[in-house]
């Protein structure tokens, strides 16, 4: 079903554009009011979608939201890569795909159509192979070779008589953004979601399922993916996830990517095709851990403390893993998970005896027992190891007040 824009999301968009098409030839003729007309009788074909993509691009990298990690990023480039024939084949108009990942736990994917794609870290590191994040990134290119953005921008223009950016966003968080500053993006990138519609999304899943298989992908890792994002938030509406607002149910898209696998296993070469959970795991260490860290800080624990776990079995020696597991445990407070945080602590200390933040999360366990004596003792040994310790002048007032209490 298509939604007519509400008039606060008109006024927005018209001011994005306002500074979109300032220097074009149409707002030179019909000036600032005048632009809406413009808007409105403009045709939005591939040039369109391939400009509005690039500004849109530009306007997200200005936030400093990527998430830059080298390796990953051409890992990410290497699938898609091996996707990419296929949907040129499907729609050869834009045969470079840029894929962005933003730094943001939220399992979360969009397009903005001509080959822009962006990519949530949360949903990296929450999936468990390469062939089910090969699906998300399926599932997005194949948005744009079956020209879902430039139909859903003409469907909107004729219902809301705006042909505006609102009416071609994604997503309505695309990261953890709480200035005002951000709100036209997001409800722009919000609205884009919105206006997709499910017969879309269903075709997107389905042209994605053929796209893997042509890849070398297992197809039934797929549905898995809808698994995870059921786990995740359910089936009542998230509020604008990607993968929720106006998407079908998880629920009814696993039903029907299961049928269309079972439609096609006789032609599906199944011995053929990779999951690649090993390489997934090593080249997701930095992201699963990274995002694991952020979900603690935020007071996620639990899916903070299963992101870490994935990380400590596949790096039994990686000792900021075992730091912010015992972190996600020490900070809920509860008596019962006392041992639990003490046990990651000294995991880490076992490994390296020289490990600072050991000390200090040990050392934090002791002075909010009001055990003072080795709370001090644990600091000053973590100071003493990390002389340029960034909270050194935090940890410092409290070893002062431990002396209080000697």
Same mark, same amino acid.
């Given at each position: 079903?298509?939604?007519?824009?509400?008039?606060s999301?008109?006024?927005i968009?018209?001011?994005?554009?306002?500074?979109l098409?300032?220097?074009?030839?149409?707002?030179?003729?019909?000036?600032?009011?005048?632009?809406?007309?413009?808007?409105?009788?403009?045709?939005?074909?591939?040039?369109?979608?391939?400009?509005?993509?690039?500004?849109?691009?530009?306007v997200?990298?200005?936030?400093?939201?990527?998430?830059?990690?080298?390796?990953?990023?051409?890992?990410i480039d290497?699938?898609?890569e091996k996707?990419?024939?296929?949907?040129?084949?499907?729609?050869?108009?834009?045969?470079?795909y840029?894929i962005?990942?933003i730094r943001?736990?939220?399992?979360?994917?969009?397009?903005?159509?001509?080959?822009?794609?962006?990519?949530?870290?949360?949903?990296?590191?929450k999936?468990?192979?390469?062939?089910?994040?090969?699906?998300?990134?399926?599932?997005?290119?194949?948005?744009?070779?079956?020209?879902?953005?430039?139909?859903?921008?003409?469907?909107?223009?004729?219902?809301?008589?705006?042909l505006?950016l609102a009416?071609?966003?994604?997503?309505?968080?695309?990261?953890?953004?709480?200035?005002?500053?951000?709100?036209?993006?997001?409800?722009s990138?919000?609205?884009?979601?919105?206006?997709?519609?499910?017969e879309?999304?269903?075709?997107?899943?389905?042209?994605?399922?053929?796209?893997?298989i042509?890849?070398?992908?297992?197809?039934?890792?797929?549905?898995?993916?809808?698994?995870i994002?059921?786990e995740?938030?359910?089936?009542p509406?998230?509020l604008g996830?990607?993968?929720?607002?106006n998407?079908?149910?998880?629920?009814?898209r696993i039903?029907?990517?299961?049928?269309y696998?079972?439609?096609n296993?006789?032609?599906?070469?199944?011995d !053929?095709?990779?999951?690649?959970?090993?390489?997934?795991?090593?080249?997701?260490?930095?992201?699963?851990?990274?995002?694991?860290?952020?979900l603690?800080q935020d007071?996620?624990?639990n899916s903070g403390i299963k992101l870490?776990?994935?990380?400590?079995?596949?790096?039994?020696?990686?000792?900021?893993?075992?730091?912010?597991?015992?972190?996600?445990y020490?900070?809920?407070?509860?008596?019962?998970?006392? !041992?639990?945080?003490?046990?990651?602590?000294? !995991?880490?200390?076992?490994?390296?005896?020289?490990?600072?933040?050991?000390?200090?999360?040990?050392?934090?366990?002791?002075?909010e027992?009001?055990?003072?004596?080795?709370?001090?003792?644990?600091?000053?040994?973590?100071?003493?190891?990390?002389?340029?310790?960034p909270?050194r002048?935090?940890?410092e007032?409290?070893?002062?007040?431990?002396?209080?209490?000697?």
């Amino acid at each position: 079903m298509i939604k007519k824009l509400s008039i606060s999301y008109i006024i927005i968009s018209f001011f994005i554009l306002s500074s979109l098409y300032a220097g074009s030839k149409e707002y030179r003729i019909f000036g600032a009011l005048g632009l809406l007309k413009a808007m409105y009788d403009m045709r939005f074909d591939d040039d369109d979608e391939l400009k509005t993509a690039r500004k849109i691009e530009e306007v997200i990298a200005k936030k400093n939201i990527y998430y830059n990690e080298s390796e990953l990023a051409n890992y990410i480039d290497s699938i898609v890569e091996k996707i990419k024939p296929f949907a040129i084949a499907d729609r050869s108009t834009f045969s470079h795909y840029r894929i962005h990942v933003i730094r943001d736990y939220q399992l979360n994917a969009f397009t903005v159509g001509a080959g822009y794609i962006f990519v949530n870290s949360g949903i990296i590191a929450k999936l468990d192979n390469e062939a089910q994040l090969a699906s998300v990134l399926a599932h997005e290119m194949a948005h744009v070779t079956k020209n879902h953005i430039q139909q859903t921008v003409h469907e909107h223009a004729k219902v809301s008589g705006v042909l505006s950016l609102a009416t071609i966003g994604m997503g309505d968080k695309i990261a953890e953004l709480s200035d005002k500053a951000n709100l036209v993006l997001n409800l722009s990138l919000n609205a884009m979601v919105n206006g997709w519609g499910r017969e879309k999304e269903e075709q997107a899943d389905l042209t994605a399922v053929s796209y893997i298989i042509k890849a070398g992908y297992d197809p039934r890792e797929m549905p898995k993916v809808f698994e995870i994002l059921l786990e995740t938030y359910g089936d009542p509406d998230p509020l604008g996830n990607f993968f929720y607002s106006n998407h079908p149910e998880n629920r009814k898209r696993i039903i029907y990517v299961n049928k269309y696998i079972s439609d096609n296993q006789s032609s599906i070469p199944f011995d !053929d095709l990779k999951i690649n959970q090993q390489s997934y795991d090593i080249q997701t260490k930095i992201v699963r851990f990274e995002t694991g860290k952020d979900l603690i800080q935020d007071n996620q624990f639990n899916s903070g403390i299963k992101l870490l776990e994935k990380v400590s079995s596949t790096d039994t020696l990686y000792l900021d893993g075992y730091y912010w597991l015992g972190e996600g445990y020490r900070l809920q407070r509860k008596p019962e998970y006392r !041992d639990k945080a003490l046990s990651y602590y000294t !995991d880490a200390l076992r490994i390296n005896e020289n490990y600072a933040y050991s000390y200090l999360g040990i050392g934090m366990i002791f002075y909010e027992e009001k055990n003072y004596p080795l709370a001090r003792t644990n600091f000053e040994k973590y100071l003493a190891l990390n002389p340029n310790a960034p909270d050194r002048e935090k940890i410092e007032k409290l070893i002062r007040y431990t002396y209080r209490y000697r």
